[in-house]
Every structure is written in structure tokens, then in C-alpha cells.
């Protein structure tokens, strides 16, 4: 049984900063690539920020210079520091692991980030 757990969303104004948080726990044996998706209300999930088990990172454009991915791999740990937030950046935001022991990746439940103007 594998388990993400989200945490860090919330209501920000514009231009406000937030850190998501995303724990794996479980039998999980070896993590490879973590990230992170959002979906906007009526609009399909698109991929936000990965990071491989080596730390190399990689980002959407809407968001590049803004957020930033990193990972503490002792801790089966995932995090977004998400800077300088806009009203395009309402969604839930789902954490994404890929676990190679079961050969699949593994969603968090989400969790809602709001910006206000």
C-alpha cells in the first residue's frame, strides 16, 4: 500500500507565496521521478514541475522563474515553492510519483491553491 499525502494549499493574494509539501509512504522501495500537476477548474491536468531521482528538474513555461521543485529523497519527500502566484495559478495541484517496483505512478488526492486579485 502506497500513500501521498498533500499538504501546503490554501488562499493567497496575488504575488504571494505558498510551499506545497507531498509525503510518500508505504512499501515504496525506490522512488524515481517526483512531481507536480495541476488542474484548473473545467480545464484538463497539466504537468506543473518534474523532478528525477537525480535532481534534474524540469518545468512548464507558465511557471518557469517562479516556482521551484526539489526533493528530499531520506524523507520520500516532494516540495513546491510556488513565488510571485497570479489568478492563472487557481487549481488543484496533485502530487506524481513513479514508483518502478510496481511499474506505475501514484497520485495525490490534491490540493486546492486560490489566488486572488
Known amino acids: 500500500q502506497v500513500q501521498l499525502v498533500e499538504s501546503g494549499g490554501g488562499l493567497v493574494e496575488v504575488g504571494g507565496s505558498l510551499r506545497l509539501s507531498c509525503a510518500a509512504s508505504?512499501?515504496?522501495?525506490?522512488?524515481?521521478?517526483m512531481g507536480w500537476y495541476r488542474q484548473a477548474p473545467g480545464k484538463q491536468r497539466d504537468l506543473v514541475a518534474t523532478i528525477t531521482s537525480g535532481g534534474r528538474q524540469n518545468y512548464a513555461d507558465s511557471v518557469k522563474g517562479r516556482f521551484t521543485i526539489s526533493r528530499e529523497n531520506a524523507m520520500n519527500t516532494v516540495y513546491l515553492q510556488m513565488n510571485n502566484l497570479k489568478p492563472e495559478d487557481t487549481a488543484v495541484y496533485y502530487c506524481?510519483?513513479?514508483?518502478?517496483?510496481?511499474?506505475?505512478?501514484?497520485w495525490g488526492k490534491g490540493t486546492l491553491v486560490t489566488v486572488s486579485s
Open positions: 508505504g512499501s515504496i522501495h525506490r522512488i524515481n521521478a
Open positions: 506524481n510519483v513513479n514508483l518502478p517496483y510496481y511499474g506505475m505512478d501514484y
